[in-house]
């Protein structure tokens, strides 16, 4: 029988029984590159809105996460995306958090999400001189009515779902469903109820009558689903905000109520 020495199994030993090195988390990445990066579409108003003659923003995401980037002592950075290619942003690394989404099972299979801060409803919306044609939600699943959405929302898949019948248009960032109705190309579309008060004040558009609030939802930032310790830390810092009366004041800052 061959003997090996006691040093060579040792060594051998060692590469056997040493676990796995673990991935950096977003954390130690923020703290130890001074800036957080937060994607965010800047199209949601009154959460994000992008001004593109300075390239700033405002909202009710821009307060969140300036309190955040400020708690953690870091820059805040944000990263313009669009709602088609706002996860694949978390996932590839292109930013370690986001703005306010939906919190849905397809999201789910790929990202994290923080915990819920405030919560929507959807509601179908109309210039007022068309408001009339409908009554409900059914009224608009008819042939012959258009209903406009954006690509890669969940008012997509939405739209689909809850009007087969109708006819769907779909327009791609940095187009919107409801500027098809404003230009006259669509009859309805759905937002949820944050934006659809502002929509309301800014362009006169109007809740279809009878249509109950569907869908509630909550809403969250999203995260890289295996960063338990980013993840941890944000729940954890959103859980201490909510204390302190920081989401309550914000929310009222904008119109939202929690």
């Known amino acids: 029988m061959k003997l090996f020495p006691i040093t060579a199994i040792a060594v051998a030993l060692s590469f056997i029984s040493a676990p796995p090195a673990l991935a950096q988390s977003a954390l130690n990445e923020i703290l130890d590159g001074g800036v957080l990066k937060v994607g965010t579409t800047?199209?949601?108003?009154?959460?994000?809105v992008r001004d593109p003659a300075t390239n700033s923003y405002k909202g009710y995401d821009v307060d969140v996460m300036t309190e955040l980037a400020k708690d953690l002592g870091v820059t805040l950075e944000f990263v313009p995306t669009d709602w088609?290619?706002?996860?694949n942003g978390v996932t590839a690394g292109a930013y370690h958090i986001t703005g306010s989404a939906s919190i849905s099972p397809a999201r789910m299979k790929v990202a994290g999400f923080s915990e819920?801060?405030?919560?929507?409803?959807?509601?179908?919306?109309a210039m007022p001189e068309n408001a009339g044609k409908f009554?409900?939600?059914?009224?608009?699943?008819?042939?012959?009515?258009?209903?406009?959405?954006?690509?890669g929302t969940t008012f997509e898949a939405q739209s689909k779902a809850w009007f087969p019948n109708a006819e769907i248009t779909v327009v791609e960032a940095p187009a919107r469903g409801f500027q098809e109705v404003l230009a006259g190309r669509a009859d309805v579309f759905i937002?949820?109820?944050?934006?659809?008060s502002t929509l309301t004040e800014k362009f006169g558009v109007v809740r279809i009558a009878g249509a109950e609030a569907r869908a509630p939802s909550p809403i969250a930032m999203i995260l890289p689903q295996g960063d338990q310790v980013w993840i941890n830390y944000v729940n954890n810092w959103v859980k201490l905000k909510k204390?302190?009366?920081f989401f309550d004041e914000t929310g009222a800052k904008w119109g939202l109520v929690n």
């Not at 800047?42 to 994000?48: I, K, L, V």
């Not at 009224?139 to 954006?150: D, Y």
């Not at 937002?191 to 659809?196: A, C, L």
């Open 42 to 48: 800047g199209d949601w108003n009154p959460m994000s």
């Open 116 to 125: 819920s801060y405030v919560q929507v409803e959807i509601y179908p919306f």
């Open 135 to 151: 009554d409900g939600w059914e009224s608009i699943n008819q042939p012959g009515v258009k209903v406009a959405t954006e690509l």
């Open 191 to 196: 937002t949820s109820n944050i934006e659809g």
């Open 84 to 87: 088609k290619t706002l996860v």
């Open 243 to 245: 204390l302190s009366g």
